[in-house]
Structures are given as structure tokens and as C-alpha cells.
């Protein structure tokens, strides 16, 4: 059996707030998945969005299951992004899959989950209605900004 292997593609370290994260030139002809890995702070709780190749037409889907601690709900969603987590006002870390990210001929399943620190939990799983291979990801916040992070891009590769 294979190993997989995670090669890092890049990361940010945010030296000042930022409403944005964006990963750019990401290899067309690779292949695997990419995984995200996002360790940050907000300076409001609010949503965190994500979306690909710059895309912010209606072609992302989803269901999400979250629990603060006292409350537990999930939902269902279409629009311009995938929901790549809940930002919070204290530490957290929320990690990002996109499976088969390269392949052209297959629209795009995102999975991610996150912790915060004191009260939040959540699991997501997307899809980006779009055979085109992923060149680029962008995070940004709904309100707020980013007070602080690290974000790590790798690619995971198996042969």
C-alpha cells in the first residue's frame, strides 16, 4: 500500500489583521488532494467563506453540523462560496480537504472541520459545481478580519 505523502505547496503568516487569505498559482497538473490548514484568531465572531479560482457565482453546495457548547445545528446552503468555518474571537483551527483538485473531468468535494479553543465544533462538506482543476483559494471573513494566523497549502499525494 502506498504512503501518502504531504508535500507543502505554502503557508502565510499574517504579520497584521487581514480580511483575506488567498493561495495563488497552485499547479494545475498535480495530483491528490489539497489540504488547508488554518490556525487563526478573529477580531469578530462571524463566518469564514472560501471559494476557488476566484469563482463567487452560485456553484457551491453544502451541509454543515455545528455545536457551540449548548447549541447544535446544521444547515443546508447554495451560493457564491463554501463555508470554510466560524471565526471566532479565540483560538482555532479548521482544516480544509479539496479532493482530486487537479482532475478536469469531476466537480470538486471540499470537506473541513474546526475546533475552537473554548466552545465550537463543526464539520462541513461541500461541492464547487466546476470541472476545472483548482489554481487558487481564497478565505475571507463575512465582518471582521483575520487578527491573526498561520495557514499551511499542502498537496497529498499517494502513489
Not at 54 to 69: F, P, R
Request: net charge negative; aromatic share 8%.
Amino acid at each position: 500500500m502506498a504512503t501518502p505523502t504531504y508535500t507543502l505547496i505554502d503557508s502565510t503568516t499574517l504579520g497584521s489583521s487581514a480580511s483575506s487569505v488567498t493561495f495563488t498559482g497552485i499547479s494545475a497538473t498535480g495530483k491528490g488532494d489539497l489540504v488547508l490548514v488554518c490556525d487563526f484568531v478573529c477580531s469578530t465572531a462571524n463566518r469564514i467563506n472560501g471559494n476557488l479560482n476566484g469563482d463567487t457565482g452560485s456553484n457551491y453546495s453544502g451541509v454543515s453540523m455545528e455545536n457551540d457548547g449548548g447549541t447544535t445545528v446544521s444547515d443546508l446552503r447554495t451560493g457564491a462560496y463554501f463555508y470554510a468555518a466560524a471565526g471566532r474571537t479565540t483560538q482555532a483551527t479548521t482544516i480544509i480537504q479539496i479532493m482530486n483538485y487537479a482532475n478536469t473531468t469531476q466537480h470538486k468535494t471540499i470537506l473541513n472541520r474546526i475546533d475552537a479553543s473554548v466552545d465550537y465544533t463543526a464539520g462541513m462538506a461541500s461541492r464547487w459545481a466546476n470541472t476545472a482543476a483548482v489554481t487558487s483559494i481564497a478565505l475571507s471573513t463575512t465582518n471582521g478580519t483575520f487578527s491573526s494566523g498561520t495557514f499551511y497549502l499542502y498537496q497529498i499525494v499517494s502513489e
